[in-house]
């Protein structure tokens, strides 16, 4: 054998393996395709999935922000009817008192009974409430209770209160008691 021919038969087997080795690179690049291509279609469902587990989060979080406020708004309200209640009570209490000291002969009995009427209105003032303005005023059914009238011959006193037979209070806009009132025709 001369050298050339030699030379061509130690080719031959060399580029037998380059092809199988080829071969074998195109098989792993096709599987390696293969499995990126399924990598790449579960990441995009698990972004899906995670894009609709945070939106999901962020409506939850807002129906809870919604429902804290309503249930702070209803406590809120709640504490502001308990107190109306209680203040609704004591006012006709102050009533009682006020007759009291005008009927109370005894100096000290009376100054004792005025010092607790005090009381009682330094309370109902510590707690925003406030005598509803009557007298002298126009009649607003809303804070006054007519249950008189008087005929005026003077046409700017018609409607006007002309006498005041119970203070009104109010609470903030909420009334805990009406005016009851004389009002002028």
Known sequence: MDGKTRERTQEIPTVEIHQEEYKAM???????????????????KEKTRSEELSSLVNRLQADFDNYRKRMNEGNKKLKEDGMCAVLEKLIPEMDVMKQAIQTISDEKVAEGVKMIYRKFVDLLTAFGVE??????????????????NVK????????????????????????????VVKVAN
Not at 31 to 39: E, F, K, P, R, V
Not at 131 to 148: C, K, R, S, T, Y
Request: net charge neutral.
């Open 26 to 44: 195109q098989n792993q690049l096709a599987n390696a395709s293969q499995q990126l291509s399924i990598a790449q279609a579960i990441a995009f």
């Open 152 to 179: 005026t011959s003077d046409p700017t006193k018609v409607n006007m209160i002309v006498e005041v037979f119970n203070k009104g209070y109010k609470m903030g806009d909420r009334v805990l008691r009406h005016s």
């Open 131 to 148: 005598e509803i303005p009557a007298l002298g005023q126009q009649f607003d059914p809303n804070l006054h209770n007519a249950v008189m």
